[in-house]
């Protein structure tokens, strides 16, 4: 009974997979195809471990997966019928001379933003995780993790801006320009930016920072070369993200000899990709409401304290009712709308996911086609993946969409200022 239990859940999704790919939806409307894959990755495969496990397995665990993939059929049958309404072909690029001549001063204030950050880090906490790092002297660096990042008062919100957003911004935005600008001074701007890229995604010590660079290329390979791209292409990208995590594995286990770490990998590639947040959705169903009463919105975001309430950090309540200890166990964002709201909640979450894909895809179809937007595209693409593994008012946060509005004005700016000198050039 549990392999047929399974095997439905694992194959119901597949026939709207096919439908994707057949209408070429995967590049045209990748939003959507993303968190479509997220779930299925991070929630559905690895559920052979809940429906195995006695204590964990529940009809509505089982059901609200199968209803979540009902919701993306029913998602996908609105988004077909709209025809190409939601199409997004970012060939050609268009990008003026202006849009050249600022990147130099657009690229300064940036890293201005990221450095201020690494300043103020270090002068509330010292230097971040990466610089702990001995190969001579094992440190438990997860230990080190939970005190230089899980543990700060005031969160790492604004140094994770710093830290990452605003590299991988960078990383996208230059490298869409060296892909489409023949110039040996862009690319130059390229790798003189590139090793600043990878400083700031180290400092933390986490894993998916450098798998994330990765794909970001794989994306902005893919809108701007949709037919050379293919499964021999996709697999070189896929072997270097695991690579990257495999390396940071390594250095976590400095203690164990190399043999036992690849002895180890197969169980923690399934545990933490495709077990561990399905694992905390059925957590979720089990604690509320039997073991804990509903949170009633209290897990969620509270900017600026403007709602009488302190927000519970779900991640940590997890942790502590699982393990015992201090640690983050993120629950995916339908698993944290059930825990606040039950199973209104729950839906109500499907719905919030499916209109933020659509007004995503919206504003994406109708911004300019230039480097600078399909950078952003391309760094909100992985955010997609966050509705399958976190809350889902962080999956676009507040925070970064007034980053990303503060940085497209500032552009703009510039290259108003640099396109009336480059006309009062031209007329003198």
């Known amino acids: 009974m549990n392999i047929l239990l399974y095997t439905i859940l694992v194959l119901f999704p597949l ?12 590049l045209n409307c990748m939003l959507p195809f993303v968190a479509l894959t997220g779930i299925y990755i991070f929630n559905i495969l690895g559920s052979w471990s809940v429906i195995n496990d006695e204590y964990l397995y529940t009809d509505f665990y089982y059901y609200s997966l199968l209803a979540i993939i009902v919701a993306f059929y029913i998602f996908y049958i609105v988004v077909f019928s709209l025809d190409r309404k939601l199409y997004i072909d970012w060939t050609p690029l268009n990008h003026t001379p202006a849009d050249r001549q600022i990147i130099v001063p657009f690229l300064v204030l940036l890293w201005g933003f990221s450095f201020f950050m690494f300043f103020l880090y270090y002068s509330r906490h010292g230097l971040p995780a990466v610089f702990d790092l001995n190969f001579s002297e094992h440190v438990k660096f997860y230990d080190v993790r939970a005190e230089k990042s899980t543990d700060l008062p005031e969160g790492m919100h604004w140094y994770s801006l710093g830290f990452n957003t605003i590299p991988a911004f960078i990383f996208c935005f230059t490298y869409t320009l060296k892909r489409t600008v023949s110039s040996p001074r862009v690319k130059t701007i390229f790798y003189l930016n590139l090793p600043l890229v990878l400083f700031f995604s180290a400092l933390t010590m986490h894993k998916t920072p450098f798998a994330y660079l990765v794909l970001y290329a794989l994306l902005i390979n893919m809108f701007l070369s949709p037919k050379s791209f ?10 270097v993200m695991i690579g990257s995590i495999i390396v940071f594995v390594r250095i976590y286990l400095l203690d164990r000899g190399l043999n036992d770490v690849f002895l180890y990998l197969p169980e923690y590639f399934f545990n933490r990709v495709f077990a561990c947040y399905t694992r905390a959705h059925a957590y979720m169903i089990i604690i509320f409401p039997n073991q804990h009463d509903f949170f009633n919105g209290i897990t969620f975001n509270n900017p600026g304290g403007i709602f009488p309430f302190e927000p519970v950090n779900l991640s940590q309540f997890l942790g502590y009712w699982v393990e015992g200890r201090l640690s983050n166990y993120p629950p995916p964002s339908f698993s944290q709308a059930y825990a606040n709201f039950g199973t209104t909640g729950f839906a109500l979450s499907l719905l919030i996911m499916f209109v933020q894909i659509t007004i995503g895809q919206i504003i994406f179809k109708k911004c300019p086609k230039n480097p600078l937007f399909l950078a952003l595209y391309s760094l909100v693409i992985p955010m997609m993946l966050g509705y399958s593994m976190q809350s889902i008012d962080t999956v676009i946060g507040i925070i970064f969409v007034i980053v990303m509005m503060i940085i497209l004005s500032i552009y703009y700016v510039f290259r108003d200022m640099f396109s009336t000198i480059f006309i009062v050039k031209r007329s003198t």
Do not use: D, E, S
Not at 15 to 26: A, M, T
């Open 230 to 239: 293919n499964v021999k292409k996709l697999l070189g990208y896929t072997a």
């Open 15 to 26: 026939p709207l997979f096919v439908l994707i790919f057949r209408h070429r939806y995967h």
